[in-house]
């Protein structure tokens, strides 16, 4: 009997915003991966540090910085061949995914190398954009409205495009993209209407108004920009 | 000393897919509030119902089934009134809300009445989108790809329009629209690749391929169209 891999979302970074069944899970886990970047910390296993059994045995993919895909690909490649092994020899493998697996996650990567061989079982989480909604108390979508969930790294075109035909816009990634968004949106007249969040549901969130944001941003900070919906009814 | 409005994110359907603070809040609750649809039963409320004490008052704002606006609108207005009453009691209300209380949720009527008066915490929670895409184990978005979210209701054109621009599609609200968002995706040459999904995370969920859906959609239903995400790296 091979182990199943389940790709588990940890929510956007509170201890308290994991599900149930994450909690339940990794607190069962006798393997658990995760990836690592350049060395660092890992920011998914912060979140679940206080769950993690101290007899789990914890399989981490460092993953170098580097812009060339090359290098991240090998880090994956290893992680999988590592991950298969121990799903080869019965053991299920708890994949711990910041915010939600199938959004913007590395569990991704993970997924479709094992897809194919092995049960895959997914967990939802709360992802980043509707803590950043929380944290601001601004509605995302009401009603008819659509939502667009743009990357900041998107060329500056391709964002005012984007976000001249939105009704409400969320901008990922903000991180090194700030200034370029900043100057989209005043071009497009929205910088008033825009919300900046860093680190939402962590203890140094931060909220303000787009005009009030640092001139420097962390990748995991995010603009909230509702063209006036109304939810009233 | 006046209490503090909670609204409370409680996951797509399947009660271990509350988080930890979402579980501890109901919990401990004295009032709660949902609303119902003509008289019917609270889904909300029955995702939350093995943790809502006994002792719990329970304030109910029943919707009549209606397109216009005006009798939604009393039904919050009345709600408003009530949970503003026990605020004003020093009692905290947790205002139950399917999915995520910012996205697509009632409780943004109950929140655009209340915010100016009361202390609001917002719980957010996971949203029927990525429990959708965890249950047909598609990836949503990686790297810099755009997400669009459209609600099934919007018109032909818009919906076409739309589509034919993004990367990754999610249509909430299906329901009645299946047959209308069918012919777009056919116009499209995109019914290959979309998939239906109906009331994901509960016992009865169903996942297929659109072409093998059923003729008739409830409204808890959605289409995910990944138009060849590319998730390899």
Redesign the interface.
């Known amino acids: 009997m091979t182990g199943t891999l389940y790709g588990v ?1 940890l ?2 970074g ?8 994450a ?2 899970l990794i607190e069962s886990a006798t393997v658990i991966a995760y990836p690592t970047l350049a060395g660092g910390d890992s920011f998914a296993r912060s979140i679940a540090a206080d769950l993690i059994p101290a007899t789990a045995r914890e399989i981490i993919m460092d993953v170098p910085m580097s812009t060339e ?1 090359g290098p ?2 090998a880090a ?1 490649d290893n992680g999988a061949v590592e991950i298969a092994a121990a799903l080869d020899a019965g053991e299920d493998v708890i994949c711990l995914c910041e915010g ?5 996650g590395s569990f ?2 993970i ?3 094992l ?1 194919e061989r092995y049960t ?1 079982e ?6 980043s954009v ?2 950043c ?3 601001a ?15 900041g ?2 060329p500056e075109d391709a964002l005012t495009d ?1 976000i001249s035909r939105a009704d409400s816009v969320v901008i990922m990634k903000v991180g090194r993209h700030l200034a370029k968004i900043r100057r989209v949106l005043e071009t497009l007249g929205l910088q008033n209407q825009a919300v900046y969040i860093e680190r939402a ?1 962590l203890p140094k969130e931060v909220c303000l108004p787009l005009a009030q944001a640092p001139e420097k941003a962390p990748y995991f900070s995010m603009i909230l920009l509702t063209k006036g919906a109304d ?3």
Chains 1, 2 share one sequence.
């Not at 509170?14 to 069944?21: E, F, G, K, P, S």
């Not at 997914?122 to 992802?127: A, E, N, S």
């Not at 108390?137 to 990357?151: H, K, S, V």
């Open positions: 979302g929510g956007p509170a201890t308290d915003l994991l599900t149930l069944r909690a339940r895909r991240a690909q994956y939600d697996p199938l959004f913007y991704m990567y997924h479709a190398r897809k895959v997914i967990v939802p989480g709360v992802t509707t803590a909604a929380a944290r108390a601004l509605p995302l979508a009401a009603r008819n409205e659509r939502l667009t969930i743009l990357p790294p998107l984007e549901s939810p009233w009814l």
